[in-house]
């Protein structure tokens, strides 16, 4: 019932099939963070009387898009203008690293981007790590499925969103070459 329910709040948890799995909690923690609840991933009575509102974050921008919401943690997928789902993401930390014998600090960059490049296949070895089909929106920075997606900042400066999220974009055509990105 539980994954029914977030499914119909727009809150993608895959198909539902009565576990309390590792995409139920991507969802618990999407709703606790678009309600700005403790972000534990227990559906106690505020995590349901908040998945109960039926709320769902209002895009910043009107068409057909992902905005990542640095602030709030979350990837809207939003179609005419409206939020059409809503997934726990993971971004930058702003934690310091280094890479090829430079610092760098693992952050976000902001705006409105454009899909410039897409790895279609599985796993993509990158700069800093392994990324599950990515899809580039700005220089390195991609949306990109992983095997770790907290429900806080934890990137080098990527959009993590799960393995299983990511099948579903390509397979649903949500994301791809030319789509729009906004980074906000």
Request: hydrophobic share 35%; glycine share 16%; proline share 6%.
């Amino acid at each position: 019932m539980l994954q029914e329910q977030l499914g119909a709040a727009g809150y993608w948890c895959g198909e539902p099939d009565g576990g309390f799995g590792h995409l139920t909690q991507q969802a618990v923690w999407a709703v606790q963070k678009a309600h700005g609840l403790w972000r534990d991933g227990v559906v106690g009575p505020g995590t349901r009387g908040a998945l109960a509102t039926g709320y769902r974050p209002a895009p910043a921008y009107g068409g057909d898009h992902v905005e990542v919401h640095l602030a709030s943690q979350l990837l809207l997928v939003v179609r005419g203008g409206a939020t059409l789902m809503t997934l726990n993401t993971s971004t930058g930390n702003g934690e310091p690293y280094e890479f090829e014998d430079r610092e760098y600090d693992a952050r976000t960059p902001t705006g409105d981007f454009t899909v410039w490049l897409t790895h279609s296949e599985g796993w993509q070895d990158g700069e800093l790590g392994k990324m599950y089909r990515p899809m580039y929106y700005h220089g390195n920075y991609a949306v990109h499925g992983s095997q770790s997606i907290p429900p806080v900042p934890a990137s080098h400066g990527c959009a993590r969103i799960s393995v299983d999220a990511m099948e579903m974009f390509w397979s649903q055509g949500l994301l791809g070459p030319g789509d729009r990105v906004v980074v906000l």
